[in-house]
């Protein structure tokens, strides 16, 4: 896939963003608040491995290197990072944790600090300075940052892709739909009609840890369903996620075919090739858009929105969160946490954000002053994704369990198989409700 370009990717390493068409200086405009950071005692020696995901945009990573290889010039200290394919970052995560070496520092995934909560550096101290001094975190980085409870930091959210509807604007048109629908009614019928004009809808239904969770998710959050309730007792089976999945299947008959099997790539693609109509994706799909010659007037017909809300008029997106943890197992504790602190300053952390195009949405208040939210009105949408109030594992504790029923893709299978047919809803449920007592007991 062609993103941002080569050329434009190192420029934005080498401070470039004016070049390519992006707000500088980065961090000029970030409100920042009075706080003293944490002493930065970094031990004598020190080296770091940093493991992470890999790119969706090139900057991510150009960027995420560029600001690596400015904290080693400032700080002597070493730093090898390695981006793992988004599906082996899960696995490999086990393995440092499991035999205590490896990686210092893991960007995992939201749920996974909470699996190893017992493995991991506390990082109450930065946290709270970050909050302190940036605006406060927002409210999902807060729920997964923390052991559930307490005021404890586990792990330190470092961005979140959120997953608004992508669409194409000329057909939603054409399909008699001047504004976007924010009712589960109006979207049926906006995907039955795209469908009825030769072009399908599609979301994925493969275990894609991105857009399957993503799509999913929203289903049973915007029709009032839960996978545990507050005290963490599994409550799958009700009619609201007997609601959630029959309207799933009839929203599954507007799909293109093949999205039973559908990764993190593949709406991109389908996207990208005028296959489908509509679909669900974080910002890197536009911008690859947007920066391809062959396909810029596809990104002109393209517009992002809410997808239908929960009751209550709750934004039920998906955030796939970047949740940073240090595992106990660093020879250089000091240094791990201060190369968080300084991957998150102002200087640092708008860089990556703007060059990233909003990509990692940020979790501190602060950065929505960044201008890279006014430099497309088109991916304003993306601003707010941190604020979502719904998580994996809603409404319970964010846990071990949680984070292996999310990891074990236990609702996107649930959603899976009675969307195609495979199980009628009350089979579905009933086995989803099975495989997640495994893990709540």
């Not at 792990?155 to 048109?173: D, E, F, H, N, Q």
């Not at 995907?191 to 809808?201: I, R, S």
């Not at 071990?400 to 999310?406: K, P, T, Y």
Request: some cysteine; hydrophobic content about 40%.
């Amino acid at each position: 896939m062609t993103r941002i370009t080569r050329r434009d990717a190192l420029a934005l390493g080498a401070g470039g963003l004016l070049a390519a068409g992006l707000p500088r200086p980065a961090g000029a405009a970030i409100p920042m608040g009075n706080a003293t950071p944490p002493p930065a005692r970094i031990e004598s020696g020190a080296t770091l491995r940093v493991l992470r995901p890999t790119k969706f945009v090139d900057a991510d990573e150009t960027v995420f290197r560029a600001n690596t290889q400015k904290f080693t010039a400032e700080t002597g200290v070493q730093v090898r990072v390695d981006f793992a394919g988004w599906e082996d970052l899960r696995p490999q995560t086990a393995v440092a944790a499991q035999t205590g070496a490896g990686p210092d520092v893991v960007v995992a995934w939201a749920d996974d600090p909470h699996i190893y909560a017992d493995k991991v550096l506390d990082l109450s101290e930065l946290a709270g300075y970050l909050g302190q001094k940036y605006g406060g975190w927002l409210a999902l980085p807060q729920r997964f940052g923390k052991k559930w409870g307490t005021e404890q930091w586990v792990a330190l959210p470092m961005g979140g892709s959120g997953g608004p509807c992508v669409y194409r604007i000329s057909w939603a048109k054409e399909a008699g739909f001047e504004t976007f629908p924010t009712d589960h009614a109006g979207f049926l019928k906006l995907c039955q009609q795209l469908k009825a004009n030769g072009h399908p809808a599609g979301f994925a239904l493969g275990n894609a840890v991105g857009d399957g969770n993503a799509y999913c998710n929203w289903l049973l959050w915007s029709h009032g369903g839960m996978v545990v309730d507050e005290a963490g007792k599994v409550a799958i089976n009700s009619p609201e996620t007997i609601n959630a999945l029959k309207y799933a299947r009839e929203l599954y008959q507007t799909f293109i075919p093949g999205t039973l099997s559908w990764g993190d790539v593949n709406n991109n693609r389908a996207f990208a090739a005028g296959e489908i109509g509509l679909t669900q994706n974080g910002v890197s799909m536009y911008f690859a858009l947007k920066n391809d010659p062959r396909t810029a007037a596809i990104a002109e017909d393209t517009g992002m929105a809410r997808m239908p809300f929960a009751p209550g008029g709750k934004m039920a997106e998906n955030v796939l969160l970047l949740n940073a943890m240090v595992f106990k197992h660093t020879r250089y504790p000091n240094a791990a946490k201060e190369y968080l602190r300084f991957m998150m300053e102002a200087e640092q952390y708008d860089t990556w954000l703007t060059g990233c195009g909003g990509y990692w949405s940020h979790p501190l208040g602060a950065y929505a002053q960044s201008a890279v939210w006014t430099g497309d009105p088109k991916i304003a949408v993306y601003r707010d994704t941190n604020t979502v109030e719904f998580w994996s594992g809603y409404k319970g504790p964010i846990s071990a369990a949680s984070g292996s029923v999310a990891a074990d893709y236990v609702v996107v299978q649930m959603f899976a198989a009675a969307s195609s047919g495979q199980s009628t809803p009350e089979e579905a449920v009933r086995e989803a409700e099975r495989r997640a007592r495994r893990y709540y007991r």
